[in-house]
């Protein structure tokens, strides 16, 4: 499967609204809901515009993941980047018809060339203990398993605990 990482723009939010609701249910069950709120148009436009000022500022890099017919496939983010320090923290979704393609994985891959161009040279990623298909994706693309919290807590009736990862260029 081809793939490429575009940038969040405005022109995106559409797409990226119909993208968000129709794999709702489907996030949830790996990551808490955004609420309820996220999903009406007026503050979905402003969520967007914060994420479009963090990526302006340099603090955040956004790029939705598309397929050769313009199509959203998912997202991958690097947040809290600390240009001092070379760091950042990742997140990425996938939507449900195109998981166990091998798209987090190619995504993930694109997104550690692309680190090093804005100052990113050491990436912290966390899951949950329940989500291996995220550790693998991790760990196929050279981030090391650095712990994971004693904390346990409950998400849709699985008990479970975050798992952390890191990734160096070095």
């Known amino acids: 499967m081809n793939i490429r990482l575009e940038p969040l723009k ?4 559409r797409p990226l609204y119909v993208f968000e ?9 790996a990551v808490p809901s955004r609420g309820d709120d996220y999903y009406l148009d007026d503050v979905f436009l402003e969520r967007l515009g914060n994420l479009l ?20 496939l998912g997202r991958v983010n690097l947040t809290d ?8 923290e990742l997140g990425y979704r996938v939507a449900k018809m195109h ?8 995504a993930l891959s694109e997104l550690l060339k692309l680190a090093g161009d804005i100052g990113v ?23 090391l398993h650095t712990g994971t919290d004693d904390l346990e807590f409950l998400m849709n009736n699985e008990t ?5 990862y890191e990734w160096s260029d070095k």
């Open 121 to 143: 040279r050491r990436i912290l990623a966390k899951t949950t203990t329940a989500n291996i298909a995220s550790c693998k994706v991790l760990e196929k693309n050279g981030f």
């Open 10 to 13: 405005r022109e995106d939010a």
């Open 81 to 88: 980047i600390n240009t001092e320090t070379g760091t950042g």
């Open 21 to 29: 609701a129709e794999n709702r249910e489907f996030f949830e069950t």
């Open 99 to 106: 998981v166990g393609k091998g798209v987090a994985s190619l």
């Open 53 to 72: 000022e963090e990526q302006a500022a340099g603090i955040s890099r956004f790029y939705l993941i598309k397929d050769e017919g313009n199509r959203i």
């Open 160 to 164: 479970m605990r975050f798992t952390h």
